[in-house]
């Protein structure tokens, strides 16, 4: 049997392919998830976490219906914590979700 060879494709065209087909989402969105703690401050990150980052909305995680409420009422500060980290990129909506942790 024959196989056909494609046609040679210029590195960054596939890299860009592949990444897509990943869905691994932009550079922003990864710096902000991996320094979590640089953007809200470290009391916040370490009682919850982003879950999601997808047409401006974002979604956090936390344990405590209190926390849900303290985010609630620091919203607009949150907000422009992550807006300033992201230098230029519009973070307009913010999401809590309860999820208990695993292993309790």
């Known amino acids: 049997?024959?196989?056909?060879?494609?046609?040679?494709?210029?590195?960054?065209?596939?890299?860009t392919a592949v990444l897509e087909s990943l869905r691994l989402g932009d550079p922003a969105e990864a710096a902000l998830f991996d320094?979590?703690?640089?953007?809200?401050?470290?009391?916040?990150?370490?009682?919850?976490?982003?879950?999601?980052?997808?047409?401006?909305?974002?979604?956090v995680v936390c344990e405590?219906?209190?926390?849900?409420y303290e985010?609630?009422?620091?919203r607009e500060a949150l907000l422009a914590r992550v807006n300033a980290f992201l230098q230029g990129r519009a973070v307009t909506d913010l999401r809590v979700h309860l999820r208990k942790a695993h292993g309790r």
């Open 1 to 15: 049997m024959g196989h056909r060879r494609a046609e040679p494709r210029p590195l960054h065209s596939v890299l």
């Open 35 to 59: 320094r979590w703690d640089e953007a809200v401050g470290k009391d916040f990150a370490a009682r919850c976490r982003p879950e999601q980052l997808e047409d401006g909305r974002l979604t």
């Open 64 to 68: 405590h219906p209190l926390l849900s």
């Open 71 to 74: 985010i609630g009422m620091q």
